[in-house]
């Protein structure tokens, strides 16, 4: 069922597939920006008078607001860019069905045409993240050089892989 989505990503189209790999790339590269950016800008530091307490500066609070109010138009985002073309998926879903292929199978097929996708603009979006953080660094007054950890980066590729693979199972679940 997964060569089969991947098959019907191919089959798509040329703008669904591009509308999906910018998709992802533009979500990682903005939700990654806007996680590290508070760090950068507004580190907390431990007090030197009581070891172990971190004390965050004022403007950090705002900072991580204006950062977290970016899941918004990111998920926006994914959903415009799974919806693209998805009258033409949903009848290629359709004509699975018909074949007496069950609707299990034909949901799977649905999700692995956007995750296949999704992770190889994942893989794009975390090179844009790479020179944002550049960008970061050179045109923002940082405290610190921005940067993510690893498990960072492997909670934000797997958290819009998964993001999009459960819009496109919300998408297909209509489907008879």
């Known amino acids: 069922m997964i060569r089969l989505g991947m098959r019907l990503a191919r089959a798509g189209g040329l703008v669904r597939m591009a509308s999906l790999f910018l998709g992802g790339a533009l979500a990682v590269a903005l939700l990654g920006v806007a996680w590290g950016l508070p760090d950068a800008l507004y580190p907390r530091y431990e007090d030197p008078l009581a070891p172990g307490l971190w004390i965050s500066p004022p403007q950090r609070g705002a900072a991580v607001a204006m950062s977290t109010l970016m899941l918004a138009p990111v998920l926006m985002l994914l959903i415009a860019t799974g919806r693209l073309s998805a009258v033409i998926r949903d009848q290629r879903l359709i004509a699975l069905r018909l074949i007496g292929v069950s609707k299990t199978r034909t949901l799977v097929a649905a999700v692995a045409e956007n995750v296949s996708v999704a992770i190889v603009g994942v893989v ?50 209509t489907l008879q």
């Open 124 to 173: 794009a979006g975390l090179g844009l993240l790479r020179l944002g953080a550049r960008a970061v660094d050179t045109l923002l007054p940082v405290e610190q050089p921005f940067h993510l950890d690893a498990w960072q980066l492997i909670v934000l590729a797997l958290g819009v892989v998964g993001l999009s693979g459960l819009l496109a199972l919300i998408s297909a679940r």
